[in-house]
């Protein structure tokens, strides 16, 4: 009699242990039949409901190998062989399944910015602009956003021409001329714009006419705004720019 309530008790023991381990597994529910997660909702129902977002998402972000090859009108052994090359933007999922990435939309609109370095010259950069506005005008430009702003062109912290750099609309900036982009660094900032399918247009591509005195400018105006400061930076470089094209054109008579 001893042995079977002593055999009893173990059996509830161990079902109790196992019914805790259920428990603990499934986040504190459990029903007779079929496990349930916390929401109600049983594993297999759970599974096909993350299979179907993960499907959605694929598609979402892009498209069967197939479909892109229907789109663009190969067969898909065409398609295949030139995601194969490397030609396609495309990825392999663990299934096998070939997924084309949608291209994104090249920036076509056209920005205008027009700068002056003092409140002075605040008449000056609404004739730029003006200036700019003929010249998108003429060439058929779609100008979707338009920047005047008053500050150095030695100065990096301008609000209004780091929002048109940012802009996803914006794939040309228009400038009058080079110097009203940056006076320093205006190959880095074309070289990256360039980089993203974008580019930066300038009226006058060129303030001399010669690279090399323009260069040398853009030196002197970064030597003269440490010594001289900023506010007398432009006019000290001026001033050694027409000495320097002084001695040039003196050279050429010789």
Sequence with gaps: ????????????VTAHVEDESLAYQTGGYHIAGDVQSPRGMTIESL???IVVFWVVLWYAIGMKLSVYAKQVGVTYK????????GQLDAYQLPTGTIIVREPKPAATGVALYGRVSSTAQKDGVTRQMQRLRD?????GYQVVAEAMEIASGLNDERPKLKKLLTDARVGVIVVEHRDRLTRCGYGYIAALLEHTGRRVEAVFPTDSGDDLVDDFVAIITSMAARIYGRRHAKRRAAQIQACVKQCIEQAQQL
């Design 135 to 139: 010249y998108a005008a003429a060439r």
């Design 1 to 12: 009699m001893r042995r079977d309530c002593a055999r009893h008790r173990s059996r509830r």
């Design 78 to 85: 065409t398609a295949y062989q030139w995601w194969k090359a």
């Design 47 to 49: 599974f096909a409901v």
